[in-house]
Every structure is written in C-alpha cells, then in structure tokens.
C-alpha cells in the first residue's frame, strides 16, 4: 500500500486567519461607525440632552399656564387677572397709564 503524502503549503494555513481577521474587521468598523456605534453613541447622547432641555423649558411654561388657569377657575376670580386679560384682548389702556411697548 502506498500513501501519497502532501506537504502542506504556507498560504493555506493562512486561509483560516485571514478569513477570521476580515470578519473581524468588519464588525469592529462597524462597533466604531455604524448607526449605533461609537460615535453615534455620542451624538444621541448630545440629543437626549438637547430634549432633556427642552423638556424643562415645555413643563416650565406649562407650570406657569396652569398657575395663570388657576388664578381664573374655581370662582376666586382675581380682579386684576381679568382686568389684564380683558386689556389685553381689546387693546384698551386707561388715560392715567403709560404703555410700554417691546
């Protein structure tokens, strides 16, 4: 019986590696650039901020809102919150006050 023998190559032995380093590659450049990679991380983060600000500014002005609602409801009429509101809507001033335009 006779056996052939084969000496193995130096470039196969590198097909196995180099295969596994492009797969690598791949996912690592995507880790680092992809939509939700490295830097989109940062760049969300930075949105989350801008929002959170937003945030705060929307429930401030709605605070004030439900304060100036506040003052008009429940029968404890303010005489002044009527009387500016009322003003304000007709563009009427009394002849003793000074406007001030902005």
Same mark, same amino acid.
Not at 1 to 16: A, E, H, N, P
Not at 21 to 33: E, G, K, V
Not at 80 to 93: C, F, G, H, P
């Given at each position: 019986? *006779? $056996?052939?023998?084969?000496? *193995?190559?130096?470039?196969?032995?590198?097909?196995?590696?180099?295969?596994?380093? $492009?797969?690598?590659?791949?996912?690592?450049?995507?880790?680092?650039?992809?939509?939700?990679?490295?830097?989109?991380?940062?760049?969300?983060?930075?949105?989350?901020?801008?929002?959170?600000?937003?945030?705060?500014?929307? $429930?401030?002005?709605?605070?004030?809102?439900? *304060?100036?609602?506040?003052?008009?409801?429940?029968?404890?009429?303010?005489? !002044?919150?009527?009387?500016?509101?009322?003003? *304000?809507?007709?563009?009427?001033?009394?002849? !003793?006050?000074?406007?001030?335009?902005?």
């Amino acid at each position: 019986m *006779r $056996t052939i023998q084969k000496r *193995r190559s130096f470039v196969g032995r590198l097909i196995v590696p180099a295969i596994t380093a $492009t797969f690598l590659s791949y996912f690592a450049i995507h880790a680092q650039s992809g939509q939700y990679g490295i830097r989109a991380k940062a760049t969300l983060a930075h949105r989350l901020a801008e929002r959170n600000a937003e945030l705060a500014e929307l $429930t401030q002005k709605r605070e004030q809102l439900e *304060r100036r609602v506040q003052l008009l409801h429940d029968g404890t009429l303010e005489r !002044d919150m009527i009387d500016e509101q009322a003003r *304000r809507a007709l563009n009427v001033v009394n002849e !003793d006050e000074i406007v001030i335009l902005r």
